[in-house]
Each structure stands twice: as structure tokens, then as C-alpha cells.
Nanobody, 126 residues
């Protein structure tokens, strides 16, 4: 059974860092795109970042550029999201999702993702 499990969330002070993990089981990430999305209270879920394993291309929302880095460890079948310089507005539940090749031209198009994790809470507060 295909499954994605996020971990690494928590409470961090503004300016701090967290690394989120998304471990896949039941399938390998070879020809998948893995996206990170987040949903803050009262807001719609939005795309944060994506990595397409077939070509290594990475994508970031404007809010994440320069602060977040997405990476993949194929040996561990895991995708990471390193988040630095965190701000209170980064507070949200973070989800990872997997999209099979061929990919949608728009990595933020959530309906194209086949599997979703359960989410991990990130809270940025002093």
C-alpha cells in the first residue's frame, strides 16, 4: 500500500530552522514528483516546493525562495524540506504529496497528486 509519512514538525522560534521529512513506502520515488504543501488556519492549502525525481528539477513558491531547500535521498526513499529563517507566517500544517510521471506542467496543481501524507504541524512563535 502506497503511503507517505511526514515528520520533523514542531515549535520553533522566529529565525529558527526545521527539517521536514517525507518517507514513502509501498512505491519508489524514481519517477515521481514530490511536493510540499501547507495549510494555515483559515487559509487554503498552498504549494511550498516540489522536486521532480526524473530530472532533479526543483521549484519553490516565492515565499520559500532563499529560505527553504528541497532534496531527495533515493536510498532512503525520502524527501526533505530544510526550512531556515522561519517566520510566524510559516506556521501551518505541512503535507507532502506524490505525483506520478508524466507530471502536470503546474507543480502546484494539487489534484494531480496521487498520494498525500497526513501532515505535520509547524509552529513558529516566540
Amino acid at each position: 500500500q502506497e503511503q507517505l509519512v511526514e515528520s520533523g514538525g514542531g515549535l520553533v522560534q522566529p529565525g529558527g530552522s526545521l527539517r521536514l521529512s517525507c518517507e514513502a513506502s509501498g512505491f519508489t520515488l524514481d519517477y515521481y514528483a514530490i511536493g510540499w504543501f501547507r495549510q494555515a488556519p483559515g487559509k487554503e492549502r498552498e504549494g511550498v516546493s516540489c522536486i521532480r525525481n526524473s530530472d532533479g528539477n526543483t521549484y519553490y513558491a516565492d515565499s520559500a525562495k532563499g529560505r527553504f531547500t528541497i532534496s531527495i535521498d533515493n536510498a532512503k526513499n525520502t524527501v526533505y524540506l530544510q526550512m531556515n529563517s522561519l517566520k510566524p507566517e510559516d506556521t501551518a500544517v505541512y503535507y507532502c504529496a506524490a505525483e506520478r510521471w508524466p507530471y502536470n506542467i503546474d507543480w502546484t496543481f494539487q489534484a494531480e497528486y496521487d498520494w498525500w501524507g497526513q501532515g505535520t504541524q509547524v509552529t513558529v512563535s516566540s
